[in-house]
């Protein structure tokens, strides 16, 4: 078969590169990450392994490119200048998407292998949660500079106010989330932030 | 040897209980849940299987029972009219446990593994995590009645406004935890919970 970049070979290379991302993420979540092969990722997606093995260098990366295509491109939150409604509208997202199951399941999966293998938790957190957590913090750092949010407040501890009480729900099913859950996550985090009319009334 | 409940019998009795105990936990963080044998538990232990099938009916009862014991009873907070010092002194304690190694490695182990297992969890959730966030409830809803937390605080939300954060950023290693992370924490949660002048002013 000819490998010129003729319009089909094209089409068929991008079909062949959605449905490995595909099988990865089903994978996953049928049996985790540890014991993922790339010769089951090759039968599921329908490719050959040698196709695989030009596109990933490793089993790792592979699997970060499926979850970064499964989540969606990061982009900044919209500052419609209600920083309350442009967070609704971040944690809202991130609830439904904790909520759906071809989501779910193999994030947890990942989440729970990760917790034996550092090195990949360390590429997930960087390439997966860190630019969610920035484009949150960026606009936390624009509600401070128009007198909403207060200026001494530490945005690594606050991004985690809004996503680390929906985590810890949905990692130990400790409860039920939902939208107005989400919304009541933000009115409360927001409230922590608040600017304060006495000086150094924080604690 | 006799089984008649002499004060040597109680003592081996009580020794062995506790060794197989630790072997639980050192064998999770080694292995994980799932493939902790009853075996290894008695070769770790130094005891025979029966006596383990004798006093545990499922493995899950007894890594259940494992870690009650490592995490200590669950007593209520100190209530010492100042709320804030009252939940940093369990905030604070949480970070330290978190930190500890024989605590962090076959938590990390089992919290991963639940991800798969959710009866374990529901067990797990229950049984370790549920008193600890009932105790803290019942310190909030104290500091409700002296009006130091708003009257209508949901308090299922609330309290997973201190604990989501450091459960967030210990299982993703987002960033350190430490000391005065704990007490943040603890500022921004409560200056959230706080009674508002302005009635219907939370959103």
Chains 1, 2 share one sequence.
Do not use: C
């Amino acid at each position: 078969m000819s490998e010129a970049k003729t319009p089909d070979t094209g089409r068929r290379s991008e079909r062949s590169h959605q449905a490995i991302l595909k099988a990865v993420v089903e994978l996953v979540g049928e049996q985790g990450y540890t014991r993922l092969t790339i010769e089951a990722i090759a039968a599921r997606a329908g490719v050959g392994k040698q196709t695989i093995y030009r596109w990933w260098p490793t089993k790792g990366a592979l699997v970060l490119d499926a979850f970064a295509a499964l989540m969606g491109d990061v982009a900044p939150l919209p500052d419609t200048g209600d920083v309350a409604a442009d967070l609704r509208g971040v944690i809202r997202a991130t609830v439904a998407e904790l909520g759906a199951p071809r989501f779910e399941v193999p994030s947890r999966a990942l989440t729970a292998e990760s917790q034996m293998d550092p090195a990949l938790a360390k590429q997930f957190v960087d390439t997966l949660l860190r630019p969610n957590l920035e484009v949150t913090k960026e606009r936390l750092r624009a509600a401070q500079k128009v007198g909403q949010v207060a200026r001494d407040v530490d945005l690594d501890v606050a991004v985690e106010l809004f996503f680390g009480p929906l985590f810890h729900r949905w990692l130990l099913r400790t409860a039920p989330l939902s939208e107005s859950y989400a919304d009541t996550v933000v009115d409360y985090a927001l409230a922590a932030l608040r600017p304060r009319k006495s000086p150094g009334g924080r604690g």
